[in-house]
């Protein structure tokens, strides 16, 4: 089955920095990777996905980048705020299950 | 908005107790999940459904048993809780053609 590893667990930035969290898969079957980012005390919500068939998607200071030859994405958050200090999961989906990595603590500080 | 509700927020168990968590959704989605959530674990999934009366194991699926017996609802049962249960349990349901999870608040449960 798939497994999903995530790298790294702590991520320390000063305001205006920007932030990369890595991630692996191991099963080439899998044909979605979304980020989920939760705030402390919150439910878990998506921030930005990306399917297989596409190498890179952006969304405002977010951007995801996916190399399906390495098996690996990468999610990167360019001048990071306060308020992007949360946990971020990444995932993997292979025939209907989403496998996620162990999560990110992303703490920005000012 | 979709909206996934669980039913208790907190609960606190004694080892060998049977404990239920239910699940609600108002989407009409087809697909419901049920995670654990430890520090360092991250999100490991236990068991899913993606049909009424379907299920499927997860990750972790030892000691958990699940209930779909409407599209809305999903439940999730200890038969006989255990310390090493004690957690925090996140609901979550999905359409059938898009990947988007939508969690719901979560559960957590202390099993003494």
């Known amino acids: 089955g798939e497994n999903v590893e995530q790298h790294p667990s702590t991520l320390s930035v000063q305001e205006g920095d920007s932030a990369v969290i890595k991630c692996t898969y191991s099963d080439s079957a899998s044909n979605y990777f979304p980020w989920y980012k939760q705030e402390l005390g919150k439910r878990p919500q998506l921030i930005i996905d990306i399917r297989s068939n596409v190498g890179e998607k952006k969304d405002q200071r977010i951007a995801v980048t996916l190399n399906k030859t390495a098996k690996h994405f990468s999610l990167h958050i360019t001048e990071t705020q306060p308020e992007d200090s949360a946990v971020y999961f990444c995932?993997?989906?292979?025939?209907?299950?989403?496998?996620f990595g162990t999560g990110t603590r992303l703490l920005v500080s000012p | 908005d979709v909206k996934v509700t669980q039913s208790s927020r907190y609960l606190v168990k004694r080892t060998g107790e049977k404990v239920f968590l239910e699940c609600v959704q108002d989407?009409?989605?087809?697909?419901m999940f049920w995670y654990r959530q430890d520090p360092g674990l991250g999100l490991r999934l236990i068991y899913f459904s993606y049909d009424v009366k379907m299920k499927e194991k997860g990750d972790i699926p030892e000691g958990y048993s699940v209930s779909r017996e409407k599209k809305e609802r999903f439940s999730l049962i200890l038969e006989s809780a255990s310390t090493n249960q004690t957690s925090m349990y996140l609901c979550?349901?999905?359409?059938?053609?898009?990947?988007?999870?939508?969690f719901g608040e979560g559960s957590r449960l202390t099993v003494l």
């Open positions: 989407m009409d989605h087809e697909n």
């Open positions: 995932a993997g989906r292979s025939f209907q299950k989403l496998v």
């Open positions: 979550a349901s999905s359409g059938q053609n898009t990947g988007e999870l939508f």
